[in-house]
C-alpha cells in the first residue's frame, strides 16, 4: 500500500512553461486534494475533487487547472508557469469529506519558477 | 471566514522538556479540529484529532483539548525526544472537506 504518491520531488520551470504534477492515490478513496505551501505560510487548498469526473475550485486556482478521469489519479496543470507558483505542492486524499475526516498526504512536489 | 492561528517557531527545545505549542482558530459553528506533524522530507500526517468541544485528542505522547471557550487546541508533550523534531500543523475542517491550516511551528529537540 504506498498510500499517496506524487511526481516529481523537484522541479525547475522557466517563466511561461507548462508542467504536470502527478498525484495518485491507491487508497480508493473517493476524495482529492491540492494545496500549496508558501515558505512561512499554512497550505492552501488549489483544487479539490469528491470522486471521478468531480472537480471544484479552492482557495487558490488561478493559473491551475486539475482533472479527475479515474479514482486513482488527479494530476494538476500548470500552463503558464509565474514566478508567484514558486511552492511546495501537497496533494492529499479521504475517505469522506465529512467532518473529522483523516487526510493522506504525499510528500510534496518542490517547484521554482525562475 | 475561518482561519488557524499557531505559534511562530522555531522552537528549540532539550530532550525530557515539556512542550506548548499554541493554536487558536475562528470558525462559525463547531468544526473539527487536528494536529499534523511533518518529518523532513516526508508528507503531512495526522497526529491527533478532536470532532467536538472538550475532546481530547491523544497519540505517540501529545495531547490537544477542543476548547470552545477559549477557541484553542494547544498541542502539549510532557517529555519530548530529538524524534520529535519536525513541524507542527495545526488545522481545522473546512466546509468542503478540506483542511485549513495554521502556518506551521518548527520543532528541534536537543539530545
Known amino acids: 500500500n504506498a498510500g499517496v504518491t506524487q511526481t516529481p520531488k523537484f522541479r525547475i520551470l522557466k517563466i511561461g512553461q507548462s508542467m504536470t504534477l502527478q498525484c495518485t492515490q491507491d487508497?480508493?478513496?473517493?476524495?482529492m486534494y491540492w494545496y500549496r505551501q508558501d515558505p512561512g505560510m499554512g497550505l492552501k487548498l488549489i483544487y479539490y475533487?469528491?470522486?471521478?469526473?468531480?472537480?471544484d475550485k479552492g482557495e487558490v486556482p488561478n493559473g491551475y487547472n486539475v482533472s479527475r478521469s479515474t479514482t486513482e489519479d488527479f494530476p494538476l496543470r500548470l500552463e503558464l508557469a509565474a514566478p508567484s507558483q514558486t511552492s511546495v505542492y501537497f496533494c492529499?486524499?479521504?475517505?469522506?469529506?465529512?467532518?473529522?475526516?483523516?487526510?493522506?498526504f504525499g510528500p510534496g512536489t518542490r517547484l521554482t519558477v525562475l | 471566514g475561518n482561519s488557524v492561528t499557531q505559534m511562530e517557531g522555531p522552537v528549540t527545545l532539550s530532550e525530557e522538556a515539556f512542550l506548548t505549542i499554541n493554536c487558536t482558530y475562528t470558525a462559525t459553528g463547531y468544526p473539527s479540529l487536528f494536529w499534523y506533524v511533518q518529518y523532513p522530507g516526508e508528507g503531512l500526517q495526522l497526529l491527533l484529532k478532536a470532532t467536538k468541544a472538550d475532546d481530547k485528542g491523544s497519540n505517540k505522547g501529545f495531547e490537544a483539548t477542543y476548547r470552545k471557550e477559549t477557541t484553542s487546541f494547544h498541542l502539549e508533550k510532557g517529555s519530548v525526544q530529538v524524534s520529535d523534531s519536525a513541524v507542527y500543523f495545526c488545522a481545522l475542517g473546512g466546509s468542503q472537506g478540506n483542511l485549513i491550516f495554521g502556518k506551521g511551528t518548527k520543532l528541534s529537540v536537543k539530545p
Open positions: 492529499a486524499s479521504s475517505y469522506s469529506g465529512l467532518a473529522g475526516s483523516e487526510q493522506f
Open positions: 487508497m480508493n478513496h473517493n476524495y
Open positions: 475533487s469528491v470522486g471521478a469526473g468531480i472537480t
